[in-house]
Each structure stands twice: as structure tokens, then as C-alpha cells.
């Protein structure tokens, strides 16, 4: 439901109620959608033509009378992964971006209002093949869609039918709501770790293991390779949970350039989105073979997240994006307000390494073949760098983090680039440890005091997290013995 309805509020609503101030035509087409009667998609990404989406082979002929024709020309033309399938029994419209043609011009691509099936099924021209269960999703239609010289009115166009003098600037405007994507599907992380924290905590409390004695042991969350990837979701989820208000702050801030609150959107994604899926999957495979299971949560969280990250745009493309854009000055991040905190100098660090190789070898074209191999790998890394920076910052001044609990963030970004700290920063991999250590420790009554929290537990359906639970979710699966399938209890 939640991707159904970040589809259709923030890329299908969002963008249609760009144009509706100079398109009152449009009132009628929203408050359906706003009502729901209609159920909005967004359908940029091709199968052959993911983030280079600017060079997409989809087409709207400019027809004598006025019209479009609308057009698949190839299969790798097709569209992914948007729902449009009849299954759901609803009526859908979608956002079509389609390289315009019009008296044997390219004008460039441009976004289109297609209605592409009612109640009852797809409209003629409209075909949708549909993809498999996505692994970590609930039951949405992803699907592959063709169009077969599908005829649209003139005012299904949104914007101008005449080519733009900067097609790339033109481009990214019709996208924009792709930008709010890559922030608001990223906080999305912050519940997750929390939630799935939650989950390997309580479990790790009720699992114990017994000694030599044969009496019952001790609980397993009391050995640090149990307590403490639980312990670092939260803290990273309390950090990353002020760095969000920051991060939206900045990017509905009218004074900053676009470009600028993208930048923040993708530093936010990047930094809270790896550490979740590190973190999770470290969360999961603490709970042994319990943590395989879908019914336990965690793992199909952690694959949620994925479908996130690649959605609005993946971490990759999105820093190398960032980071060459930077690089050539077409504008700057937010520069640090804790100038002198380690992640603050590490940030400076890798930059500046950068920079000053990049001018060393001479690379006057960031596009070159050397300059690739050299910058393109080393892209996340920066952007991440500058996301751990924000978010301590933003936790360091929200004032709602323990001090135990920002040391213990620090440390953890601290570890994820310990080379660059041991050469540049004067810390001996010794004094790191013990440090980590020390900070782990201190943080400890955090984690006891978050699980004690009964209320968080409201909604939360994992059967390992007591026994009770388990017991009740054994009780009723499919049993068999001697004489077949006796059922459940």
C-alpha cells in the first residue's frame, strides 16, 4: 500500500498539480485521483532506459488532427515496473513520459496523461504483462507496459510541445517529484531499523542458551556480538530520525537552489540507507535461522528497503551525479557547522583526496575512461561521508540524543572508513577499539530501556518475539504424522 500510494499522491498527483494553475482542465482529473476514484501511475523508468531515462525510446507522434499516437517501437521500450494490470479492479491513469515527434522533430521527451483502464479492464492500445512477486513486497501488480498506437487528444500533453533550448534542465524540471521520492521513501528506513531492532532485541532476551550444568543460561543478548548490532540500529535510527528533520527542512528551504536540496536528499539517502541494510542483515542473522523467515519481520523489511533504495533513483547513479557536479562547482553542499568533530575532518579528508588527485593526473574531463575508473568507484563513499557529517551534526544539535548514544553513532561511522582515520586522523586502530568499546558499553542502558517499552511493540507481528507468540504460530501450522495431515490446532 505504501508504494501504491507513493506512486500516486507524490509522482502522479504531484506532478499533474504542477501545470493544473495554468491548466484549469486538470481540476476534474485531480479530485478524482485526490478522492481516489482513479488510481494514479508514474511511468518514466524502460526496461533498456532505467536513470539514463533522458535517452527513452517510447514515442508520441504528432498526428494532423491535434492528436498523439503512442507508441512502443521496441520491446526493450517497454515500461517497468509501475502496477497497471486489471487485477486490482480499479481505474488507472498514468504519467506517460514519451519522446515527443512532431513534423519528423525530436522534441524531446515529454510527460502525458493516459488513461489506461477502467473497472472492468485495460483500454484498447494498453497492454500489461505481469511480473512475478517481488521478493519483500506485499501483493502489488509490478508490471511490464506496452502501448500499440494508443490515440491521445492534444490536451493530454502536459507543458509545451516545443523542444526546450536546455533539454537536460527541461528534463529534471518534469521529474521533479522524482527529488521528493529519493527523501520521503528514505525515511521510511528509520521505523525499519527500529522495528527490526526490536524484533532481534526481544528475541535475543527470550533465547538462552544452557551449560554444561543442563539448567537453564543465560539470555544471549547479554554477549556483545548479540546486543550490539541491536544497540547500533538504534542509535543510528535516533540520529538519522533528527537528521531527516534537517534533511526536510533544507529541502523545502525556497532560498536553496534545487539543485542544493536534491544534493541533501541524496546525502540523506545514501548514509541512512546503506547503514540500514548493513544493519539489518547483521539484525537477521543474529536470530539464526529464525531470521530467514518472512513471518519474523526482519528480512522482509530489509527487502523492502531494497525495492526503496532503487526506487527515485539508485544510490549509485545518484552520488556520481552528485559528486561530479560538485567537482565541476556547479554548486556546493551545506559546508559543516562542527568544523573540527572527526566526521566533520573526514569529510574535508576524502574530498580534498580527491580533488587533489583528480588535479595530479591531469583529469580535465571527468567523463574520460581514466577519470571513471578512478572517480566513479570512490562516488557513494564521499556522499556517505557527507550523510554521516549531516546527521551527527543534526543529532549533535537536536539536543535529543544522550551523549552515550552520539559517541556510540560517531564510532559506528568512524568504523566504516577506519583506514582514512588511522592515516590521516592519528588514531591507532588500538585506541579505536578500546574507544568502541568503552562507547558501547556506556550506551548499554540505552538498549535495556528501549526494549522495556511496551508500546513499541503495538503492531508488530513476529511470532520470536515471545513465547506466547511462538507457541500460538506452532500451534497452527500444517502438522503431519503417520496417517498424513492432521491439520492444525
Given at each position: ?5 507513493t506512486i500516486?499522491?507524490?509522482?502522479c ?11 484549469p482542465?486538470?481540476?476534474?482529473l ?7 476514484e482513479?488510481?494514479g501511475?508514474?511511468?518514466l ?9 533522458r535517452?527513452?525510446?517510447t ?11 503512442l507508441?512502443?517501437?521496441t ?13 486490482a ?10 519522446r515527443l ?7 524531446g ?25 517481488r ?8 508490471s511490464i507496459?506496452?502501448?500499440?498506437h ?14 526546450a ?19 520521503s ?6 521505523p ?44 543510528q535510527?535516533w540520529a538519522y ?10 529541502f ?10 536534491h ?18 542483515n ?26 526503496n533504495?532503487?526506487a527515485?533513483?539508485?544510490y ?10 560538485v567537482l ?6 551545506p559546508?559543516a ?12 579528508g ?9 588535479e ?18 570512490r562516488?557513494?563513499d ?12 543534526a543529532?549533535a ?7 552515550e ?10 568504523k566504516?572508513d ?8 592519528g588514531?591507532?586502530?588500538s585506541?579505536?577499539?578500546?574507544d ?30 515471545d513465547?506466547t ?11 503431519f ?6 491439520g492444525?490446532?
Amino acid at each position: 500500500m505504501g508504494t501504491a500510494l507513493t506512486i500516486h499522491w507524490n509522482l502522479c498527483i504531484g506532478t499533474i498539480g504542477a501545470y493544473a494553475s495554468r491548466r484549469p482542465d486538470l481540476a476534474p482529473l485531480l479530485e478524482k485521483l485526490l478522492k481516489f476514484e482513479l488510481c494514479g501511475e508514474f511511468m518514466l523508468t524502460e526496461i533498456g532506459r532505467g536513470l539514463d531515462a533522458r535517452n527513452l525510446e517510447t514515442r508520441a507522434t504528432l498526428l494532423p488532427d491535434g492528436s498523439f499516437d503512442l507508441h512502443t517501437p521496441t520491446a526493450s521500450a517497454a515500461k517497468a515496473m509501475p502496477p497497471t494490470s486489471p487485477l486490482a479492479g480499479v481505474a488507472r491513469v498514468g504519467i506517460v513520459f514519451a519522446r515527443l515527434i512532431a513534423n519528423g522533430e525530436d522534441r524531446g521527451v515529454k510527460p502525458f496523461i493516459v488513461h489506461l483502464g477502467d473497472e472492468k479492464g485495460l483500454l484498447p492500445g494498453v497492454t500489461s504483462r505481469l511480473l512475478p512477486k517481488r521478493c519483500g513486497a506485499k501483493a502489488l501488480d509490478h508490471s511490464i507496459t506496452s502501448f500499440h498506437h494508443m490515440r491521445l487528444s492534444f490536451d493530454s500533453l502536459l507543458g509545451s510541445p516545443d523542444r526546450a533550448q536546455d533539454q537536460r534542465a527541461d528534463f529534471f524540471r518534469q521529474i521533479h517529484r522524482v527529488a521528493i521520492g529519493t527523501l520521503s521513501l528514505s525515511v521510511v528506513n528509520i521505523p525499519v531499523l527500529q522495528q527490526s531492532a526490536l524484533i532481534a532485541g526481544a528475541y535475543s532476551c527470550r533465547r538462552h542458551v544452557t551449560g554444561d550444568s543442563g539448567k537453564r543460561g543465560i539470555p544471549i543478548i547479554q554477549f556483545p556480538t548479540q546486543h550490539r548490532p541491536v544497540l547500533d540500529a538504534i542509535v543510528q535510527s535516533w540520529a538519522y530520525d533528527a537528521f531527516a528533520d534537517e534533511a526536510i527542512a533544507l529541502f523545502c528551504d525556497p532560498k536553496l537552489p534545487m539543485e542544493v536540496r536534491h544534493a541533501v536528499a541524496v546525502c540523506f539517502k545514501t548514509a541512512v540507507g546503506t547503514d540500514a541494510q548493513i544493519s539489518i542483515n547483521e539484525l537477521a542473522e543474529r536470530c539464526g535461522w529464525q531470521g530467514l523467515f518472512e513471518y519474523n519481520r526482519i528480512i522482509e523489511l530489509g527487502m523492502t528497503l531494497r525495492g526503496n533504495a532503487i526506487a527515485e533513483g539508485d544510490y549509485t547513479v545518484l552520488c556520481i551525479r552528485l559528486v561530479s557536479e560538485v567537482l565541476l562547482r556547479r554548486y556546493e553542499i551545506p559546508e559543516a557547522r562542527m568544523k573540527t568533530c572527526l566526521l566533520a575532518r573526514h569529510e574535508t579528508g576524502v574530498w580534498q583526496e580527491v580533488r587533489q588527485m583528480m588535479e595530479s593526473l591531469g583529469y580535465q574531463d571527468y567523463r574520460s575512461e581514466e577519470a571513471n575508473a578512478y572517480l566513479l568507484p570512490r562516488c557513494r563513499d564521499l556522499v556517505k561521508a557527507t550523510g554521516h557529517r549531516m546527521a551527527y551534526e543534526a543529532a549533535a544539535t537536536s539536543g535529543r540524543l544522550a551523549a552515550e548514544a552520539l559517541r556510540l553513532f560517531e564510532s559506528s561511522c568512524i568504523k566504516t572508513d577506519l583506514s582514512w582515520y588511522c592515516q590521516s586522523a592519528g588514531l591507532s586502530r588500538s585506541e579505536f577499539f578500546a574507544d568502541d568499546t568503552k562507547a558501547a558499553k556506556e550506551a548499554l542502558p540505552l538498549l535495556h530501556a528501549f526494549l522495556s517499552r511496551d508500546e513499541q511493540r503495538t503492531g508488530i507481528l513476529a511470532p520470536i518475539m515471545d513465547e506466547t507468540s511462538w507457541d500460538d504460530f506452532v500451534r497452527n501450522l500444517p502438522a503431519f504424522k503417520d496417517v498424513g495431515l492432521v491439520g492444525s490446532s
